[in-house]
């Protein structure tokens, strides 16, 4: 639940911005939306989709999730995406429209070749997250602490 509002303000803050009509025309077709779209909608709801999990396990299988793994599976996630969505609004304020295949023609556009390296490492250390989420789901159901709380 925590992401999902630190995802919720920070795109309300943002939405001040896209509000903005005049704003809105220029950067309608630009990352500048996808960004704004990929955190508000994508991301809270998978921050939202994990506290479900977290919330739900112990009373299904009777066992607690290890909370130190889910502290790292947190911090991870939510640094990855913040650092994923974090340079797309610039592209998208310098104009990179969003329907093409190949920008090696853009010859302005030149400066962000190192940002889909950078993107693809951040991309690298989310999946890494969501295998210690995996790896904590898989450990818990098998070795966790006992729960007091059970679906009968």
């Not at 940002?115 to 450990?139: H, I």
Request: charged letters at 10%; glycine letters at 8%.
């Amino acid at each position: 639940m925590v992401g999902a509002f630190v995802l919720l303000i920070g795109n309300l803050v943002n939405q001040v911005t896209i509000g903005n009509s005049t704003l809105d025309i220029q950067l309608h077709d630009t990352y500048f939306v996808i960004a704004h779209v990929h955190l508000m909608l994508y991301f809270a709801l998978l921050f939202l989709a994990f506290s479900a999990v977290y919330f739900v396990f112990p009373r299904i299988t009777g066992r607690m999730m290890n909370a130190p793994m889910g502290y790292i599976h947190f911090t991870l996630t939510l640094v990855s995406v913040y650092l994923l969505c974090w340079p797309v609004p610039y592209e998208g304020l310098a104009g990179m429209p969003r329907w093409y295949m190949d920008y090696s023609t853009w010859v302005s556009l030149d400066g962000f070749s190192g940002t889909n390296v950078f993107v693809a490492r951040v991309m690298m250390v989310l999946l890494g997250a969501q295998v210690v989420f995996v790896v904590n789901l898989v450990y818990s159901a098998v070795r966790g602490r006992k729960s007091s709380t059970r679906f009968e």
